[in-house]
């Protein structure tokens, strides 16, 4: 499983809105794992390959500042890389290289 994420574009430049979208989800119990490590965010959309056998889950938060939202996407237990709005990744560990940068 691997995850991508992005800020949303608003007029207001306070406003720290995350995109969440989770790919490679293949069954039940990854799926709970997901959903228990996405607690607080609000599911948007879903999807499904069939030839796969792989769940996209696509998720939004709100976050009252970006120190919160990189506090959060630190811990997150997946891989996940954060886009910037050219769709280029930034470079922050996140996830699972944030927690093997640790070490």
Same mark, same amino acid.
Request: hydrophobic share 40%; proline share 3%; net charge positive.
């Given at each position: 499983?691997?995850?991508?994420?992005?800020?949303? =574009?608003? @007029?207001?430049?306070?406003? $720290?809105?995350?995109?969440?979208?989770?790919?490679?989800?293949?069954?039940?119990? #990854? /799926?709970?794992?997901?959903?228990k490590?996405?607690?607080?965010?609000?599911?948007?959309?879903?999807?499904?390959?069939?030839? =796969?056998? @792989?769940?996209?889950?696509? $998720?939004?938060?709100?976050?009252?500042?970006?120190?919160?939202?990189?506090?959060? #996407? /630190?811990?997150?237990?997946?891989?996940?890389?954060?886009?910037?709005?050219?769709?280029r990744?930034?470079?922050?560990?996140?996830?699972? @290289?944030?927690?093997?940068?640790?070490?």
């Amino acid at each position: 499983m691997h995850a991508a994420a992005w800020r949303l =574009r608003t @007029e207001n430049k306070t406003e $720290f809105t995350y995109t969440l979208q989770v790919e490679s989800v293949k069954g039940i119990r #990854a /799926k709970n794992k997901v959903l228990k490590a996405v607690q607080g965010w609000r599911k948007i959309a879903e999807g499904y390959n069939k030839k =796969r056998k @792989e769940e996209i889950l696509i $998720f939004i938060r709100e976050f009252d500042t970006m120190e919160e939202w990189i506090k959060w #996407a /630190k811990k997150f237990p997946f891989a996940l890389k954060e886009f910037n709005r050219n769709n280029r990744p930034k470079p922050i560990k996140l996830g699972i @290289e944030a927690k093997e940068a640790m070490y």
